[in-house]
């Protein structure tokens, strides 16, 4: 087999060399099957980070007691229950968003909340098809999301969830305009 | 070795084959080749540090993502649970169709997304769904087929209806469940191929 050789940083060679002798693995296989899996992911044209960066946002969800279901059955369970439990069901939903600002402002504290909210609405809310999020000179953030098919109760969830994310970071809604499937909010730096 | 510094370079073996692959990636992103493969090995280190690694990301990557597309969404467990106890005491009849339905429609999309959709819904419910720990499918040698599912948490109500979705999927993956058996947090479904469709198999049957 042809073997070239390729210079790596040190510190990172270091840790595959100790990675591979735990797996009880040569440290030519290791990173052959990292370059391997890099080629996989390009071949179904997908980064390889964004790929592992959606697994630890999805991992973090599933902590923070995400779950999968099918959305016309989330669908028909929110509007039989939003009449009533509206309130409660926003707060929830509010609650799991600060939960996972909190969590990510612990394990990666460099993420801007700009990228951590696009990280979010990447990996878990996937009923959000366009999503944009802006800084204004004053500091203001400013976050546009569209679903075209959420009903507008699903809409008021999702803004609250968003809502607990960006409080968790540090900033209060200043102002926000819901109505179904779009979501416009801003938020200051809390003083 | 602890004395190595961030700017310190080492060299590593690789397969000259990948290596030139990765080299046409990094260019056609325009990027540095060293700084991509550094990148390309940190997340090798961040998969192990989650206990995981870049094969078996990839893999549940592959599933999540046909999940998403087949209009899957991700939920708080607390709130679904909440819902569902509420309509449950009034309307468990139309849940337990709504669930069924879900479930017919979610083998079709399995159907046309993979060579063995039996296999596909294993690693689905495996890797991700609604609160399932532990998925097994076994072949007899009667030529039937065993899934047995294991959901701890859920309650004796949730049990059902999940095991009415599972029933939606297998039926329309053309299986005839033989045999059910659910109790609080675990499934157990004996599977039949069906020799016509569900919709012709009365037809055939009756003649």
Do not use: A, G, K, R
């Given at each position: 087999m042809n073997r070239k050789l390729l210079a790596v940083r040190a510190d990172i060679a270091e840790k595959l060399s100790e990675m591979a002798k735990r797996k009880n693995l040569t440290l030519f296989s290791l990173v052959s099957e990292a370059l391997e899996q890099l080629l996989k992911a390009e071949n179904r044209g997908e980064s390889l980070q964004k790929i592992c960066e959606n697994h630890q946002t999805i991992s973090a969800a599933r902590k923070a007691g995400f779950i999968l279901i099918p959305e016309s059955l989330w669908i028909s369970l929110i509007e039989k229950n939003f009449k009533s439990e509206g309130k409660a069901m926003a707060q929830a939903w509010r609650e799991a968003g600060e939960w996972l600002g909190h969590y990510f402002k612990t394990i990666?504290?460099?993420?801007?909340p700009q990228s951590l909210a696009e990280r979010l609405v990447r990996g878990i809310l996937w009923s959000i098809s366009e999503f944009t999020v802006s800084q204004g000179d004053d500091g203001t953030i400013t976050m546009k999301c569209i679903g075209f098919r959420c009903p507008p109760t699903y809409t008021t969830l999702l803004a609250s969830f968003l809502t607990g994310l960006m409080e968790a970071l540090g900033y209060s809604l200043k102002s926000k305009e819901i109505s179904k499937g779009i979501i416009l909010l801003s938020f200051a730096e809390a003083g | 070795m602890g004395s190595t510094k961030r700017g310190d370079k080492k060299f590593v073996a690789v397969r000259g084959d990948l290596l030139q692959k990765a080299i046409e990636i990094s260019n056609r992103r325009g990027k540095s080749f060293y700084g991509f493969v550094n990148e390309i090995f940190e997340q090798a280190i961040k998969a192990d540090e989650m206990d995981s690694t870049l094969p078996e990301i990839l893999e549940k990557y592959r599933f999540i993502e046909t999940l998403r597309k087949a209009g899957a969404v991700m939920v708080t467990l607390d709130l679904l649970n909440y819902c569902l106890d509420r309509l449950l005491e009034t309307q468990s009849k139309s849940l337990l169709e709504k669930w069924y339905e879900a479930g017919v429609w979610y083998g079709k999309y399995l159907s046309a997304k993979f060579e063995n959709p039996l296999e596909a819904l294993t690693k689905t419910l495996n890797i991700?769904?609604?609160?399932?720990?532990e998925t097994r499918l076994s072949s007899n040698s009667d030529g039937t087929a065993t899934l047995k599912i294991i959901a701890p948490n859920q309650s004796q109500e949730h049990t059902e209806l999940l095991a009415r979705f599972i029933e939606g999927v297998v039926n329309s993956l053309n299986y005839k469940v033989s045999r059910r058996e659910f109790w609080r947090g675990i499934i157990i479904l004996e599977l039949v191929k069906r020799v016509f469709p569900s919709d012709m198999e009365s037809e055939f049957t009756s003649l």
């Open positions: 990666d504290p460099e993420l801007t | 991700y769904f609604w609160e399932v720990t």
